[in-house]
Every structure is written in structure tokens, then in C-alpha cells.
């Protein structure tokens, strides 16, 4: 163990959550405790499990920040855990991303439609769904019945300068609200439609029948069979949107129910959203166990994953196993809802029946999970094993950063870094450099300068992380009471310590012997001993250092696979982000120079003139009355538009 053991009188009694940090100041283990002082004492006073030996061996310091309740402590862990993402913590992962629902009801005229991945604000999410066809056929029976539009923002706004709906207007599935003028919708109109909408999706169904039912007998009794026709219609498309959400409990409840199968190294969690007694939505995730963590301190953990950003919290959550610290959890997730919320196992009845079905879940998404990660996690553990050897490194390269030059005669001049861990790629440690101080096209200085500027950056906050005073580190004073916090400020200088400044175990230059040796001198420059490759296309040969002679990795290699994957990866991210200035600078406009016309203005202008020329021929008066666009602006735009320029400039606007 080469982590030095604190002074226990340092440490408080209290709750509060912990770090332990490596030798580069990354954060590889995080944890909460009720009390800190006997929490972190247990890692010195007793055996420990190989997988806690092996993150207290790499450990290089400990710190730790007090929180006032067991609550906050929870709290603090989590949000800790989410901005460090330690090495050693267990690690949730989506086993797919899950479609949703979802209603823009921040939009003027809301619309539904299926997303995935993260959630936006001013959208209400309904789901998630197993599968986008069980979306599209509920929503498809849906729309029978709300007519709220389905169609992209583009379309609509196409449809209004048209002043004419589309062919969904006619069937009766959409209100029409992009020619409110034709189709007579209006606003209030259009949002009740959307509240029931949404209050059908949540489950509330009898009221919107009864409704249905009792519109369609009174059209009936005055004798206006067209209309209960339609509305007999709806009613039955209402019927079967319901029927196609399974029915799990005979009350009308709502229950979370969380199913879960494990091994000593991964777990499967399987969760049903049940609402009013019908299955609403499901999800899924993986876990990797690296932490030495027990059956119920994973269902603790999980809990935390599941709950802490949702937007919901039923008044009762079925789990497989008695969580860690059950009081504590249930006093949390009353505090979240507002109410009283009961966790629990069911022994017995409906509820568990449904435990032992979605248990059954995890599992079956368990086997599936492992027949893919053991092709996969084998091959990456070779591979990289092998291009230890094939370079003569002394371990294999678990962090690899790969560097890419792009550009097109001398201007819009990229670079681009990329980086893998364990053979994957790292997609939020990816960066992306405008070349700034070369002229002309040079690829040797353009590389010497993104490397310069990288590993300047690394060499910077190493300093800054070694100057700062890092709070309640083995031999620091005990931290302050008052920093107690949910949210707490970092503690490496007064920010949090950014991925930019973590070294790699080897790079790659995408290039020859020139881009080798630049990259040689900028390390040296830098005091760096990092291992360092190039990589030619042409005949796929590995330059290293000191030798005249390329390596040739051999056709077929699972070695040369990652190497190509690299150089690959870095060229395509250099590459779209030369296209993307490219893009930028062939659709800059004339009135990108104009002051007081900013991105907002821009687009009002040109949607409501479609041109530079046309603004050319309006008034100040007409200009001012663009939506955003006053008398004093319009009057500089009118200014400038009738001011000589040049003809190069006129035709980019």
C-alpha cells in the first residue's frame, strides 16, 4: 500500500462523502459514509477484498467533504461519482437506448413524436417503450383520437407559407394548426388536445371515454350520425391504444418494479414502469461491478442511478434484494416525491408474480449481454496485449491518444486527438484543434503545434493540481463543516479537473518517420517519457523511435486492427470538423458584418425577405418591422446594404 494512513483525529465524525486519488490526480474511487472517520479507517484496519487492495494500491491521497445529513451524503456521492466517473466505481451503462414518447410542449403548437437518448427540456417523456413499433402503433391509434401533430417543424413552416394543411388535416388526424386561419384551431383548443393527450398517456383513461362515449350518444340522439360515426371511431382507437398496454395488476396502482441478475463481475437491471396497473414503459441497464460491493449495496447503488435525475417517483418501489441502508432510501425518495414512499420485496400475490417476470427480464438481457462481451472483451484484452509486445512497451496501453492533421490548401487548418481506453473508443475525451500559428500549409508544424499546445495544457493544470490545497488530504487540515453541500465545488484548484489533463500510455502520430520526430521533440521539450508511434497509410508501417527501419505489424494482426481503428478514427474527427468550417465560411453572409445582426436577426431577416437582394430593395420601415429588428437597427442594415461593396461579397450574401 503506498497511500500513507491519515491522521484519525483529522477526520470528522460525520457523514459526508470521499475521494481517493491516483498519482495524476484523477479521481478513482468515490464513496459516502455516515461516519467518515470509521469509514475510512476500515481501509487500513482490517484485510481487504482484492478489488479494494488494488484501488487503495493505486491510490495516492485521500480527501473527503462533510455533509450535514446521511441524506446530503447520498447526494453528494452521486453527483461526485456522475462529474469524476472513478475507475473503481461501479459503472451503469444502458444496455440500449430506449425510445420515448415524447410531446414538445414547449413549442407554440406541440407535437408527438419518438426520441431517444437524452432528455431535452420543455418536453414531456412518456415511456420508455421496448420497442420504437410499440411507439408508433400506439401513437398511430393515438392521433385517431388527439389529432396532434406528428410532422418535423420544417414541414409545418412549409405547410404555412402554403396556407394549406396537409393530407393528415384531411383524414382527421392532425387539428391543422399550421393555417389555424383555415382549419379554425385554435390555441386553447390545440392545448387541451395536448393535455389530454398527455393525461391519456399517463394512464387516466376513464375520463377521455366516459367523454368520448357520452359526445358520441348525444350527436346520436339529435341525429347526427356523420359525427357519432367519427366519434364511435375515436372511442374504439382509444380502446385499443389501452389494450395494447399489458395489464400486470388487478388495482390501479403505481409501482416501480426492479429486477436484477448478477454474477461476481456484472450485473443486469430490468425496471417496469407500472402505472394504474398497466405497464407504462421499461428500461434496462448493465452494471460493472469493479467495486467489492454485496447484493444489497448494489441495489443502494442502483437506486441512486435510477432516481436521482428522474422526474418521477412512484409512492412504491418493488426491488429483488432489501437495499442497502433501506431507511435512509426510502427518507430520500420521500423527500423527492413529497410523500411517503414504501420499498420493499413482495412475498406474495400480484405484485410478486410481476417481481419474478421482470427478474426474468434481467436475466434473459444478462446471457445476451455476456454472449457479446465475451467475444468482444477478449478480443480487445488481446489485441492491446499484443501491441504491448509489437512496440516493446512494458505494459499494454489501456489509454491511447491518436493525432490528425487536415486540411485543404492553407486554409481552414484542423488537428484532431482521439482517444481509446481498453480498446474503446472515448468519445467525451475527443478534441478538436484550429491551427492558429503556421501559414501556409505545413503538416509537420501544424502537428508540432497541436502537440505543443496539448501537452502544455497537461503540464499546466499537473501544476496547477499539485499547487492547489486539496481539503481534508492525508495530512491537510480536516475540511470545512460548512462545505457541506448536495452539489459540492470541486476540489482541484477551484474547478473540476478536465479529461484534457490525463497523460496517455501511448501515442500515435498519423504519419511517417517527419511527424515521429516532431513529436519526439515536443515530449522532450516537455519533460514527458511517454511512448510514442507513427503510423504511415500507405504501406500501414509503425515508426519508432530510434529505429530507421518501420515495423511491419502483420496483414490480419488484431494489434494493427486497433492502430488502424486509431488513425481512422482521428482522421474522420479531423475531417468533420474541417468540413464543418469549410461549411461555416462558404455560408457566411454580408450581414454577419453588419453590428447589431447577430444569428437571431439573420434568420428572422431571411425567412422574411429570402435574401440579401431583396433587403437591398426594402424601406427602413419594412426592415424595422421584422420580428426582433427595431428602427435603429434597420436603420445600420439599410445603411450598410446601400453602401458600395463588393461583388464577391454580394454573391456570398
Known amino acids: 500500500m503506498t497511500l500513507g494512513r491519515p491522521d484519525t483525529a483529522s477526520i470528522p465524525d460525520s457523514p459526508g462523502a470521499y475521494l481517493f486519488r491516483d498519482a495524476d490526480g484523477r479521481v478513482i474511487y468515490a464513496g459516502k459514509a455516515i461516519s467518515l472517520r470509521k469509514r475510512l479507517a476500515s481501509y487500513w484496519g482490517r484485510p481487504l477484498h482484492p478489488r479494494t487492495e488494488a484501488m487503495v494500491s493505486a491510490a495516492d491521497s485521500v480527501e473527503w467533504i462533510v455533509a450535514s445529513t446521511e441524506v446530503d451524503a447520498l447526494m453528494l456521492e452521486y453527483n461526485l461519482i456522475k462529474s469524476h466517473r472513478p475507475r473503481f466505481n461501479v459503472r451503469y451503462r444502458d444496455d440500449k437506448s430506449y425510445p420515448w414518447l415524447a410531446l414538445t410542449v414547449s413549442e407554440t403548437w406541440p407535437r408527438a413524436r419518438v426520441l431517444r437518448g437524452a432528455k431535452r427540456k420543455g418536453v414531456r417523456y412518456f415511456g420508455p417503450f421496448g420497442h420504437a413499433y410499440a411507439i408508433r402503433e400506439t401513437l398511430d391509434s393515438l392521433t385517431r383520437v388527439f389529432p396532434v401533430r406528428t410532422c418535423s417543424n420544417s414541414f409545418f413552416d412549409q405547410r404555412a407559407r402554403a396556407r394549406r394543411p396537409c393530407l393528415y388535416y384531411d383524414i382527421g388526424r392532425c387539428a391543422g394548426p399550421c393555417v389555424p386561419s383555415l382549419t379554425g384551431i ?14 391519456f398517456l399517463e394512464g387516466n383513461h376513464r375520463p377521455i371515454l366516459q367523454r368520448l362515449d357520452a359526445e358520441m350518444r348525444e350527436a346520436a340522439e339529435v341525429l347526427e350520425f356523420e359525427r357519432a360515426a367519427k366519434l364511435r371511431d375515436r372511442l374504439t382507437a382509444a380502446r385499443k ?22 454474477d461476481d463481475l456484472e450485473a443486469a437491471f430490468q425496471v417496469f414502469f407500472v402505472r394504474r396497473g398497466r405497464v407504462m414503459g421499461r428500461r434496462g441497464w448493465v452494471v460493472d461491478k469493479v467495486e467489492d460491493i454485496d447484493t444489497a449495496g448494489l441495489v443502494a447503488s442502483f437506486l441512486s442511478e435510477l432516481y436521482m435525475d428522474a ?50 427480464n434481467a436475466r434473459e438481457a444478462f446471457q445476451r449481454h455476456k454472449l457479446k462481451r465475451a467475444s468482444d472483451f477478449g478480443a480487445r ?12 512497451l512494458e ?3 489501456l489509454r491511447i491518444e491518436c493525432y490528425d ?5 492553407p486554409t481552414d487548418k484542423v488537428g484532431s486527438m482521439v482517444v481509446f481506453e481498453d480498446g474503446l473508443p472515448k468519445r467525451t475525451d475527443y478534441r478538436k484543434f484550429e491551427i492558429k500559428d503556421v501559414p501556409g500549409q505545413d503538416d509537420f508544424a501544424s502537428m508540432e503545434e497541436v502537440l505543443r499546445r496539448r501537452f502544455a495544457r497537461l503540464k499546466a493544470d499537473e501544476g496547477a493540481a499539485g499547487s492547489a490545497a486539496g481539503l481534508g488530504s492525508a495530512g491537510q487540515p480536516p475540511p470545512n463543516p460548512r462545505s457541506a453541500d448536495p452539489a459540492p465545488r470541486p476540489l482541484d484548484g477551484g474547478r473540476a479537473r478536465r479529461r484534457f489533463a490525463y497523460p496517455p500510455s501511448l501515442i500515435v502520430v498519423d504519419g511517417g518517420r517527419g511527424q515521429l520526430s516532431v513529436a519526439e521533440r515536443v515530449l522532450f521539450d516537455h519533460g514527458l517519457q511517454v511512448p510514442v508511434v507513427g503510423l504511415a497509410k500507405r504501406l500501414e508501417e509503425v515508426y519508432l523511435p530510434g529505429q530507421p527501419e518501420p515495423l511491419v505489424i502483420p496483414r490480419g494482426s488484431e494489434a494493427l486492427f486497433v492502430l488502424q481503428h486509431l488513425r481512422d478514427e482521428a482522421h474522420r474527427f479531423a475531417i468533420t470538423y474541417h468540413r464543418q468550417k469549410r461549411a461555416k465560411r462558404a455560408l457566411r453572409s454580408e450581414l454577419d458584418d453588419i453590428p447589431g445582426i447577430g444569428p437571431t436577426r439573420k434568420r428572422a431577416l431571411l425567412k422574411r425577405f429570402g435574401s440579401v437582394a431583396r433587403m437591398r430593395t426594402a424601406s427602413v420601415d419594412e426592415l424595422a418591422a421584422t420580428p426582433g429588428v427595431g428602427p435603429r437597427t434597420a436603420g445600420v442594415l439599410h445603411e450598410h446594404l446601400h453602401s458600395p461593396v463588393p461583388a464577391s461579397v454580394r454573391r456570398a450574401g
Open 405 to 409: 492533421i487536415s486540411n485543404l490548401g
Open 381 to 392: 484484452s488481446r489485441a492491446l496485449a499484443e501491441l504491448g509486445d509489437q512496440l516493446g
Open 311 to 360: 422526474d418521477e417517483v412512484p409512492p412504491r418501489v418493488f426491488v429483488p434484494a432489501s437495499p442497502l441502508d433501506q431507511p435512509l432510501q426510502e427518507q430520500w425518495l420521500s423527500g423527492l416525491r413529497g410523500s411517503k414512499v414504501r420499498m420493499g420485496v413482495p412475498s406474495r400475490g400480484a405484485g410478486r408474480r410481476l417481481l419474478q417476470v421482470v427478474n426474468q
Open 241 to 262: 391504444a389501452i389494450e395494447s398496454q399489458e395489464m400486470v395488476l388487478g388495482r390501479a396502482d403505481d409501482i416501480d418494479v426492479i429486477g436484477m441478475e448478477e
Open 395 to 397: 505494459v499494454a496501453p
Open 186 to 199: 385554435t390555441k386553447e383548443r390545440y392545448r387541451e388536445l395536448v393535455d389530454s393527450f398527455a393525461q
